[in-house]
């Protein structure tokens, strides 16, 4: 019996449209990071005032140790907010790129940058689209999954804590695991949305377009652009003497 060969996977331009779909959505909400930066300026500002309020305070009444802690406290409270604000706009960057995924394969098949590699998307039962549902689950395990671990590593990172550093890697390397998790030309969030990333044969799609009746009225299309302009021509031209006004 012989061997049947392994379907293409096509696993580096699938690679190269993750990382497209990624870049431009992050790029366009690059804004974000400075509403951030302002509110952490803010709120930095108004924690620096009440600690010098408070430090003033503890010299006026000889208490040092009151000066120290409240200088302390208003650092870590800076520092939790810069903490939260990095992790929020991370989180509302993840969810425009779900957003954006969700939407594409939802209604059009593919993404920007499957486009870009031939690729699209297309239900494993023969259907058209592969619609809400299908879409939403492989946005679930391809973009919101990788996007919680990113925003739990970076606040683990950013804390200290390491149980968050851990559980944060562990999502990000699920996720890489996932994708090279292959059987045949399909990932794990293939398998479990019921879809196939297939290549787009243009080949296929020109020779169906030229077949088509649209292409043939097309074709015809300038000669009887042509004719008509002849027509008009013989019929309003210079050359031709319209009626004589009465005498």
Do not use: N
Request: aromatic letters at 6%.
């Amino acid at each position: 019996m012989a061997l049947q060969p392994a379907p293409p996977r096509h696993l580096g331009r699938r690679w190269v449209a993750r990382l497209v779909d990624w870049l431009l959505p992050l790029v366009l909400t690059s804004p974000l990071w400075l509403v951030g930066l302002g509110h952490l300026q803010h709120s930095a500002a108004f924690s620096a005032a009440s600690v010098v309020d408070d430090s003033v305070l503890g010299l006026l009444t000889l208490r040092w140790g009151d000066a120290g802690d409240s200088a302390g406290a208003g650092l870590a409270e800076v520092w939790g907010t810069a903490v939260a604000t990095v992790v929020a706009v991370v989180v509302a960057q993840v969810l425009v790129v779900a957003a954006y995924d969700f939407v594409a394969h939802a209604w059009l098949g593919r993404t920007l940058g499957k486009a870009i590699t031939s690729l699209s998307v297309v239900p494993v039962d023969g259907s058209r689209r592969i619609g809400p549902a299908r879409a939403l689950t492989r946005s679930a395990l391809t973009v919101l999954l990788p996007g919680a671990g990113w925003a739990v590593l970076i606040a683990g990172v950013l804390d200290l804590d390491v149980p968050l550093v851990l559980l944060g890697s562990a999502l990000v390397v699920l996720s890489c695991v996932e994708c090279l998790a292959l059987r045949g030309p399909r990932c794990w969030h293939d398998r479990r949305a019921g879809t196939v990333v297939q290549p787009v044969d243009w080949a296929a799609k020109l020779a169906a377009v030229r077949d088509s009746g649209a292409w043939a009225l097309a074709q015809r299309a300038p000669g009887r652009v042509l004719e008509q302009g002849l027509a008009l021509r013989d019929r309003f031209g210079p050359g031709r003497e319209g009626p004589r006004p009465p005498r």
